[in-house]
């Protein structure tokens, strides 16, 4: 059974529960900023319902998120049932930290990667973010063939690529339970790396894809305009 819990210290509570570490918006980018301003690295996973479908089924995903040193509640169910848990968290979809975390790398002189997707998107993308924030330098656009193995050889050669690039902060958009399960093995490896796993919203910045109005969202409907858009 996934268990939700909002609580800031990981000792305090029994390793084997999913938690939301940072409950608040504010919170987080504090947190974000004195990693990039320390040089140290970070995995980020945006806990929706789908994830914990998948978490109570999927080890390897559960061990991957277990391993997460940065989770945020992305949807409005995660913060309903955190609430009926007596605990308040914010709502911080993946998709909206894009900008925020753009910005601050706009600022900081912190080099992002983008990793997932296609190339068409990848392009796009990073055209879009440079232009919006200026300053902001994209130096990694990875795309990974069709079947891509977060375990293999292919995530070896973009681990290299990504390390090779220079990129501090890095958007894996490699949807659940991949980009997870490859932010896990990629902190290992690129500890000075920040890790961001934001799913399809790489297409939203390229406009690939449509992201739902505000009114969908503010209903918490938007697993519905995305269901419908892209079954």
């Not at 140290?40 to 080890?59: E, M, P, Q, S």
Request: hydrophobic letters at 50%; aromatic letters at 8%; proline letters at 5%.
């Amino acid at each position: 059974m996934v268990q939700l819990v909002a609580f800031s210290d990981r000792s305090a509570v029994a390793d084997d529960l999913v938690r939301i570490t940072h409950p608040t918006h504010a919170g987080l980018m504090a947190d974000v900023t004195a990693q990039f301003r320390a040089g140290t690295g970070f995995t980020l996973a945006t806990l929706n319902l789908d994830h914990i479908v998948k978490l109570r089924r999927d080890a390897d995903f559960r061990a991957a998120y277990l391993a997460q040193s940065h989770v945020v509640a992305d949807g409005n169910p995660i913060v309903w049932l955190s609430r009926l848990a007596g605990r308040e968290v914010e709502l911080i979809p993946g998709s909206e930290l894009i900008a925020p975390l753009c910005a601050l790398a706009a600022a900081e002189g912190v080099p992002v990667g983008l990793l997932g997707a296609t190339d068409e998107t990848l392009t796009a993308a990073a055209a879009a973010l440079e232009a919006e924030y200026p300053g902001l330098r994209v130096v990694a656009q990875i795309a990974p063939p069709y079947g891509f193995d977060v375990e293999g050889a292919g995530a070896d050669e973009a681990l290299r690529e990504l390390g090779e690039s220079g990129a501090r902060l890095c958007f894996l958009a490699l949807g659940a339970p991949k980009q997870e399960r490859f932010a896990a093995r990629a902190q290992a490896v690129l500890p000075e790396v920040g890790f961001l796993s934001i799913g399809a919203s790489l297409d939203f910045v390229a406009s690939s894809q449509t992201r739902a109005p505000a009114w969908v969202r503010r209903f918490a409907l938007e697993w519905l305009w995305r269901l419908i858009g892209n079954p």
